[in-house]
């Protein structure tokens, strides 16, 4: 990119700002840093996004949380007041099951699975139910349905 109009690809607002490609994208996603510029592969980073960096950088190394460093959000230059913090999108964690080709059960990590006997079941009526003429087009077999 060119860097001295303050244009920077990952690779290198990562550098300047003494972190991973990894970091510099987790930042943005949890809303610490704003998204890049452009699309596609189009995409870069001003100089707006490596001072945030380094400020992000600065406070986590004085101690702060990043959700201090979130409550926290200074203004951009340029703009008079600063913005509102990005609400994370909220997370849960969830078992998937393949109970038989093209058949998936998803199931919340607060609930209890049943004993694998059952699952087994579950998993045979599936293949049984689920195959055969239609499954390939997308509609399950409903002869079995009773």
């Given amino acids: 990119m060119d860097t001295e109009q303050g244009l920077y690809n990952i690779d290198e607002l990562a550098d300047l700002g003494g972190v991973s490609r990894r970091t510099v994208r987790y930042y943005v996603q949890e ?56 609400q994370p999108f909220p997370r849960s964690t969830w078992r998937r099951l393949t109970l038989a080709p093209g ?3 998803n199931v919340a990590h607060d609930i209890k699975l049943p004993a694998p006997g059952r699952l087994e079941e579950l998993a045979e009526w599936c293949r049984a139910n689920f ?16």
């Fill in 103 to 105: 058949v998936e059960l």
């Fill in 131 to 146: 195959t055969g003429d239609g499954f390939e087009t997308g509609r399950p077999n409903t002869k079995g349905e009773g």
């Fill in 31 to 86: 809303g610490l840093i704003p998204p890049p510029l452009g699309v596609g592969r189009g995409r870069h980073y001003g100089r707006s996004h490596l001072d945030r960096l380094l400020e992000v950088k600065a406070r986590q190394e004085a101690g702060l949380s990043l959700e201090q460093i979130r409550a926290r959000r200074t203004p951009t230059p340029g703009s008079d007041r600063p913005e509102p913090p990005r």
